[in-house]
């Protein structure tokens, strides 16, 4: 430990601070084809051949479904007292429309019912990439009509959990659905259409928008309503003008073109601009930018890395990391001439360089874009290759060092003023991170993809320390 940090004086939050973990339902639920599931897109994708790190799929994923009172107890034991979890829409909706499978529903109700039994305050996140594959297959995300289903399952999942769940996110990082789903294809469905990722872009807009207003519709008033972004913190090499140029186009892409319509009710004029050779926009309909702009009781930042860009030297063509993988399609649409760069820094094992003042700038940043608006980071953390001793233990002090400089920048923004209530880390427990399979893990608790053992790593004590006081303890030696 450095002995800045010995010396440092303690980091403490304030008491009705959520301390909670995040998950998503594709990636540990496992149990597919039960109780009336049909196959969302990832079940598709990560079933086609070449598109997950060996061929890895969800179909098991860690077993939640099946061992969910085992991982509530887990968190109890931990100390936590906020759990984020997603819904699994073709569970509840096989088809994406139509009425619900209470089988489906079932399983969430019972999951909610064991969280408030250990006094966990349960997060509910609707939409966190897994599109039903019937609304793929009707056009998915760039077809407006599967923004009308979103509302209507939203108001089906409103309707049978809101007496009891407080807290909902409409959408998670509708960036990756958008811009990695249909424009670089490194998530499912995997299409590779430059005008489609903008188009989807805006039905996710209007399916937070009407989301949003079907949840209100059928939920007690007290319930709050947010979205997760996935709001990236652009840096630029320099400070010269196209470089900065540079930077405002990617912000536009990452963030504008979310935030602008959600929290402000238009898209940023830069944005349009810099993609007109892509997309007229012609389908964004009257009121449309209405309907999206609804208030918001909450918003969510999701942050694990940040963004360095300048302009090209000339223009960017073939494979290039995204952070999320790699493809020789951009997904970012019109900004062929931005280059991208790795910033400075030690990383974790995605190669994602680690940078809590990105955190702070973030949460700053919200603060000013949205005043008033309570914030949580609902996704912070970070992969390590974790091994158990031959004791059976696994320490990860990179992951405690990760989570205490971040928390730490959570602290400091609140200092600063922002209006932080809570902070979700990512993840529970290892999972099936998406195109990477089961090789990246992001859990405080380890699995053991083999009998699926659950053990704690000594990060997740460490965070279960927090939660129980409130305050930072020291770094692991
Ligand atoms: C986020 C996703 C989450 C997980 C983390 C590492 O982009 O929301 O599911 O993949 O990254």
Not at 156 to 175: K, S, Y
């Amino acid at each position: 430990m450095s002995e800045s940090a010995q010396s440092a004086p303690p980091v403490t939050f304030p008491p009705a601070f959520l301390w909670g973990a995040a998950t998503s339902a594709y990636q540990i639920e496992g149990a597919v084809r039960e109780d009336g599931r049909t196959p969302s897109i990832w079940d598709t994708f990560s079933h086609t051949p070449g598109r997950t790190a060996d061929g890895e799929t969800g179909d098991i994923a860690v077993d939640h479904y099946h061992r969910y009172r085992e991982d509530v107890a887990l968190m109890a034991d931990l100390g936590l007292n906020a759990y984020r979890f997603s819904i699994s829409w073709s569970r509840v909706q096989p088809t994406g429309r139509g009425p619900a499978v209470q089988r489906g529903l079932d399983f969430y109700r019972r999951l909610v019912d064991e969280l408030l039994a250990h006094g966990i305050r349960p997060a509910i996140t609707l939409y966190h990439w897994d599109l039903p594959q019937e609304l793929e297959d009707a056009g998915g995300w760039p077809e407006r009509d599967t923004a009308y289903r979103f509302a209507e399952y939203a108001r089906i999942v409103g309707e049978a959990l809101g007496d009891r769940v407080e807290q909902w996110i409409t959408l998670n990082e509708p960036w990756c659905s958008a811009f990695l789903g249909y424009g670089s294809g490194v998530h499912a469905p995997g299409r590779t259409d430059a005008a489609a990722s903008l188009r989807a872009a805006h039905h996710l807009n209007l399916a937070h928008g009407l989301g949003a207003s079907a949840l209100r519709s059928v939920m007690p008033a007290r319930n709050a309503v947010a979205v997760s972004l996935n709001s990236s913190v652009v840096r630029t090499v320099s400070q010269d003008p196209a470089d900065l140029a540079a930077g405002q186009k990617i912000d536009d892409l990452a963030n504008g073109v979310f935030h602008g319509p959600m929290l402000h009710g238009t898209y940023p004029e830069t944005l349009l601009a810099a993609t007109s050779s892509v997309t007229d926009w012609s389908y964004v309909r009257d009121r449309d930018l209405e309907t999206i702009h609804q208030p918001l009781d909450a918003l969510g930042l999701n942050y694990y890395t940040p963004t360095l860009v300048s302009a090209a030297e000339e223009q960017v063509s073939g494979p290039r990391p995204d952070g999320h993988g790699a493809s020789a399609h951009s997904p970012w649409p019109g900004a062929d001439d931005v280059a991208f760069h790795q910033t400075p820094g030690e990383r974790t094992e995605m190669g994602w360089t680690i940078d809590p003042t990105g955190l702070h700038e973030l949460i700053m940043r919200y603060t000013r874009e949205a005043p008033g608006l309570p914030l949580y980071v609902t996704e912070n953390g970070a992969a390590y290759d974790d091994k158990p001793d031959p004791d059976g233990r696994v320490h990860d002090p990179e992951r405690i060092a990760y989570l205490h400089g971040h928390l730490s920048a959570v602290r400091r923004a609140i200092t600063d003023g922002a209006d932080v209530r809570g902070y979700f880390l990512w993840s529970l427990m290892d999972n099936f991170e998406w195109a990477y399979g089961y090789g990246k893990r992001f859990g405080a608790v380890y699995v053991d993809y083999t009998t699926l053992e659950r053990t704690p790593k000594s990060s997740a004590h460490w965070y279960g320390r927090a939660a129980r006081t409130g305050e930072l303890p020291p770094l692991e030696g």
